[in-house]
């Protein structure tokens, strides 16, 4: 099968990827809307506080499986979703009791003991299959049943975010359930999908590898999560939870700019990592049309944010406007060190991934720590440009040198009448990226085959 088959087949994956996104997206924001209606901004300060404490601490229960898992492996959705399962069990259940002890000292400005503390700790485990369930499909390309939990998800948060604004319950850690509910299809499915027609249950050294990239990924997804979502940490600890609430209102929507690349990213790694050993890819034409695609999508996330707060949010919420602006740009950024950092693991270089993390997050605490204090959740928006900026110009600087290395490897590596064959990257992993390279191609032949009958 030829590159652009292969792309193809990345497309139609990430295609389904947005749509599910944009079916998250309508239900992210009819929540957000209907629980402004009932929660003061403190109160809704202290609700996404909570969600970003689970998401904070979600990326522990995964020990950094995602990627390596989507760029080595494919099979039936079945087998693939019950193989992650299995995987990330370990690392869910040791961060449970981590999650009760953040929540029991979290700076919330009502109580949430013991209720709200479980319902956090239920939404970090369940979070674990939800992610699951994305994965087996971007190994699978098998719809169905992904589109199944993608709907039934929202049709449960946003039914339950109905009857708490009709019940007219101010309570966040009730609305915390809500969201924890909305994740309860996931474990159904467990039960529900079939056992795949292929088997393809990995070896015990297959595991070990996969682990043990993982675990190099691990500091890239924390600090990846780290420079997310720590300005939403840190500004009730720094300012208050009502500056949190008004914060995220933008947040929310302007998050959403970055979804479409997110998605094609992790949809075309596996494709990017066999085109890699073949030839140089078109990094500059993609990096370029990613950031045309950004800027698209957060002008007009901006514009709908700046309605939204105008004309239907309560009149509390209007201070949130004045950080528009500065959170569309932070979402370009932050999606252009999406792109940088899927070449990168393509190029098996994890941990030059890792470093640029790292350094990008620790960027942004100290602009959060400097920022935020004198100026709140203004602060927390500028913080996040010079954050993310630092992430992407080192990721420009690391990519390069990455590029030009296996460039000058490749050359060195082949007689002057030869073809040119790709060379593996970093050579921490060359198993795996023999298995990339073989399992690729008939996954997304069998994909391509389906779509065109």
Do not use: H
């Amino acid at each position: 099968m030829n590159v652009r088959d292969r792309f193809g087949g990345a497309k139609l994956a990430a295609a389904v990827l947005v749509a599910s996104q944009v079916l998250a997206a309508g239900g992210a924001v009819a929540v957000n809307l209907l629980a402004a209606f009932v929660l003061s901004p403190a109160g809704r300060g202290d609700l996404a506080f909570a969600l970003q404490l689970a998401y904070f601490l979600s990326v522990f229960a995964i020990m950094g499986l995602e990627r390596p898992f989507i760029a080595a492996r494919s099979g039936g959705f079945g087998t693939e979703y019950r193989v992650f399962s299995k995987m990330v069990t370990p690392g869910t259940l040791c961060i449970l009791p981590v999650v009760v002890l953040a929540a029991m000292f979290s700076p919330f400005s009502t109580d949430w003991l013991w209720l709200g503390v479980i319902a956090i700790a239920g939404y970090v485990a369940l979070n674990s299959l939800v992610r699951a369930l994305r994965v087996a499909y971007v190994c699978s390309r098998e719809w169905k049943w992904f589109t199944v939990n993608a709907v039934a998800t929202q049709v449960i948060i946003v039914i339950g975010a109905m009857l708490l604004v009709l019940f007219k319950v101010d309570d966040p850690v009730l609305w915390m359930w809500a969201y924890a509910a909305s994740a309860l299809p996931a474990v159904a499915l467990l039960f529900l999908v079939p056992k795949s027609w292929k088997p393809a249950a990995p070896s015990r050294e297959e595991s070990r590898g996969l682990r043990r990239r993982g675990l190099v990924l691990l500091p890239s997804d924390f600090s990846n999560t780290a420079m997310l979502r720590s300005d939403r940490l840190l500004l009730p600890m720094l300012s208050s939870s009502a500056a949190l609430g008004l914060y995220v209102t933008v947040a929310t929507v302007l998050e959403m700019a970055t979804w479409p690349v997110q998605q094609w990213v992790d949809a075309s790694l596996r494709s990017w990592s066999t085109s890699f050993a073949s030839g140089p890819l078109p990094v500059v034409r993609l990096i370029g049309g990613s950031l045309l695609l950004l800027a698209a999508s957060a002008g007009l996330l901006g514009a709908a944010a700046w309605a939204m707060i105008l004309f239907v949010l309560p009149e509390s919420y209007l201070p949130a406007t004045t950080v528009i602006i500065p959170l569309a740009v932070s979402a370009i950024v932050f999606g252009l060190t999406r792109v940088q950092q899927g070449l990168l693991i393509a190029a098996d270089a994890p941990g030059t991934v890792s470093i640029v993390e790292i350094v990008g997050t620790a960027a942004s605490l100290l602009a959060y720590l400097a920022l935020i204090p004198p100026f709140g959740m203004l602060g927390a928006a500028y913080g996040s440009i010079i954050g993310y900026s630092v992430c992407a110009a080192a990721g420009a600087i690391a990519l390069a040198r990455v590029l030009r290395s296996r460039s000058e490897g490749t050359m060195r590596a082949q007689p002057p009448d030869c073809e040119p064959v790709g060379a593996v990257g970093d050579a921490e992993t060359p198993a795996l990226m023999a298995a990339t390279e073989e399992s690729a191609p008939e996954t997304t032949d069998r994909f391509t085959d389906e779509t065109r009958k």
